[in-house]
């Protein structure tokens, strides 16, 4: 069973920064790519980062590109490091996994590329 597990969610105030992990474990397949999406309430689920499996693409929302920066730690792990952080950041947090190679970066922005996914943990910016 292939598990993604995220962690590090929690409460900063504007401006400050936080660290997410995504552990991968129990894989059976070549991980292609990873990412992290959120979803606020209310709202439709929104891409925010992606990384190759060579760790040498990266793929950035508008919305985060100069604030926040996703990588790669081996196989089993990736960061999505937030800083500089807003109020609208307040979302779940998603890590997700794709096993398959996509023609184009515009595939690894959505969410129907990724075949596994965590549960979730949750970021809170107060102002």
């Known amino acids: 069973q292939v598990r993604l597990v995220e962690s590090g969610g929690g409460l900063v105030q504007a401006g400050g920064s936080l660290r997410l992990s995504c552990a991968v474990s129990g894989r059976t397949f070549t991980t292609h790519a990873t990412a992290w999406f959120r979803q606020a309430p209310g709202k439709e689920r929104e891409f925010v980062a992606a990384?190759?499996?060579?760790?040498?693409?990266t793929y950035y929302s508008d919305s985060v590109k100069d604030r926040f920066t996703i990588s790669r730690e081996g196989e089993s792990t990736v960061y999505l490091q937030m800083n500089a952080m807003k109020p609208e950041d307040t979302a779940v947090y998603y890590c997700?996994?794709?096993?398959?190679?996509?023609?184009?970066?515009?595939?690894?922005?959505?969410?129907?590329?990724?075949?596994?996914w965590g549960q979730g943990t949750q970021v809170t910016v107060s102002s």
């Open positions: 990384i190759r499996r060579s760790g040498g693409n």
């Open positions: 997700a996994a794709s096993g398959r190679l996509y023609p184009h970066e515009n595939y690894y922005r959505a969410s129907r590329t990724y075949d596994y």
